[in-house]
């Protein structure tokens, strides 16, 4: 019920989202939408307004929209009388000028017709009948407004959606980081313990900051550049002292080589499937509570013995519903954007979350500031997919959005709406990629015969749309098969 639920609500809603941007900008020009409808395959029920058919349909994954005129090669294009097609009946579809049962009448490939009956649209493909209404009686510009408005729905709906949770719930930000920083424990060979920073110490003064609670601390760090220095005072025992830690760039990446380990209890979130922790038998909430023999409280410690390991297997105990258990995981090697080598185990580590209270202007502008840093990750992770620095195998396909989706309807409305902003701002970037068949390839396609002041052949459209087809399969096939391996007992 969980796994259904969430992917209801977060891929549904999502798709819906994009479908409704279409809507809109469709009205806005006066085309024509014949059907409005949430959810794919056949009609529940529904009712009709002015032209449009707005109906519930049966698998509530999503929705389509359907406009007059749309041009046969693009994917939701389709006539009323595809059910009539698929039984026989083609006398009902004759009477009507411009209709076939017959991909060759229609004018369109039987590639092109078949892919129209792969999307279990309801339809027919057609041409336009040149009606004022119909999407492709508009100017280019229009059109291309329009295919733009379904993506650009998708990367604004985040910031109303996270500005209504801000001002209703809170700005959700760790628990730990109101507290004063008080030192828990130091990394070994690092820039602070070099300069005498211990467990125990109390910052009473960073870089001029008197008495900092940890929120401000992190700011302190975030300001900082390579090759600066970081000043400090601590208290223990009464005694003060005043330390000066050299910054490098890896610290800046690291921060608690230069304070210290945050105080975040080793209690696991998440287990990725088909990765080393799940093979040695992690799972969510674990506490790991000693490794290789030495007992540890935070989790960054856990993850600087992981880190060191250089891929031999690690002893951990694990504290589950108040029993120990023993168990050995080895991690494996992956690559950072540097190209450096680490190693990791496939782990989330659980933070406790309170909140902070604001009102409307201030929710809305930290909704507006988590949208613009998740559209600038999602845009750098698609760049280093092209330029390979970012393999497929670490994409997650419908099995690993459905799993996410799951998880987040069991953990409540953060996890759930934290999945859809994320969801979202991918769907509106991948949309716009210059791809045939996405929104963004419909949008090359209508520059290009801008620039040529005539209209592409419909043969070449229909190829257009054959070279999108397959590449996205193509993707879909990797990505889909490397989610289902992960599931396997046998991956490694």
Do not use: C
């Amino acid at each position: 019920m969980d796994l259904l639920l969430g992917v209801a609500l977060v891929l549904g809603v999502m798709i819906l989202v994009h479908e409704w941007g279409h809507f809109i900008a469709a009205r806005m020009f006066g085309v024509r939408v014949d059907v409005f409808s949430i959810g794919f395959g056949p009609r529940l029920f529904g009712w009709k307004r002015g032209a449009t058919d707005y109906r519930v349909s049966a698998l509530p994954l999503g929705g389509y929209v359907r406009m007059a005129g749309q041009d046969p090669t693009e994917i939701d294009s389709a006539d009323r009388d595809w059910a009539h097609m698929r039984s026989g009946e083609q006398a009902k579809t004759q009477e009507k000028p411009g209709l076939s049962v017959r991909s060759e009448a229609a004018g369109v490939s039987e590639i092109t017709f078949k892919t129209a009956e792969m999307r279990g649209v309801d339809q027919l493909l057609r041409r336009g009948t040149g009606a004022p209404d119909e999407l492709v009686s508009k100017p280019r510009w229009q059109r291309a407004i329009i295919s733009f408005a379904g993506p650009f729905v998708n990367l604004i709906f985040p910031i109303l959606l996270l500005t209504v949770y801000f001002v209703a719930v809170g700005i959700p930000y760790p628990a730990y980081q109101d507290k004063p920083v008080q030192v828990a424990a130091v990394p070994a060979n690092s820039p602070a313990a070099a300069a005498g920073l211990r467990s125990g110490d109390k910052v009473v003064a960073i870089d001029g900051e008197q008495n900092p609670d940890w929120e401000q601390v992190e700011k302190v760090l975030a300001k900082l550049t390579p090759n600066s220095k970081l000043s400090m005072e601590v208290e223990d025992a009464g005694a003060r002292r005043s330390l000066s830690i050299p910054v490098e760039q890896k610290d800046l990446e690291q921060p608690e080589r230069l304070l210290g380990f945050a105080p975040i209890r080793a209690v696991l979130e998440d287990v990725a499937p088909g990765l080393p922790a799940q093979r040695a038998g992690l799972k969510e909430n674990d506490l790991i509570a000693a490794v290789d023999g030495q007992k540890i409280q935070w989790w960054g410690e856990f993850t600087e013995r992981v880190r060191g390991s250089n891929g031999k297997p690690v002893a951990l105990d694990v504290d589950r519903k108040g029993q120990t258990l023993h168990l050995v995981v080895t991690p494996q090697a992956a690559t950072n954007e540097r190209g450096e080598t680490i190693y990791q185990i496939g782990v989330q580590v659980h933070e406790d979350t309170a909140y902070k209270r604001v009102a409307f202007p201030e929710g809305a502008r930290y909704a507006a500031l988590v949208t613009v840093e998740k559209i600038r990750e999602t845009a750098s992770i698609v760049g280093k997919l092209f330029s390979g620095r970012v393999s497929l195998k670490q994409l997650q396909g419908p099995v690993g959005i459905s799993r996410a989706a799951g998880q987040a309807a069991r953990k409540g409305p953060l996890a759930i709406i934290s999945l859809m902003v994320l969801i979202s701002v991918n769907l509106g970037i991948l949309n716009l990629l210059p791809i045939p068949i996405l929104d963004g390839g419909h949008i090359l396609l209508l520059g290009i015969e801008g620039i040529l002041r005539r209209d592409m052949s419909l043969a070449f459209k229909e190829r257009f749309v054959q070279v999108g087809l397959v590449f996205l399969l193509v993707v879909f096939a990797i990505v889909m098969y490397n989610d289902v391996v992960r599931l396997l007992p046998i991956h490694s």
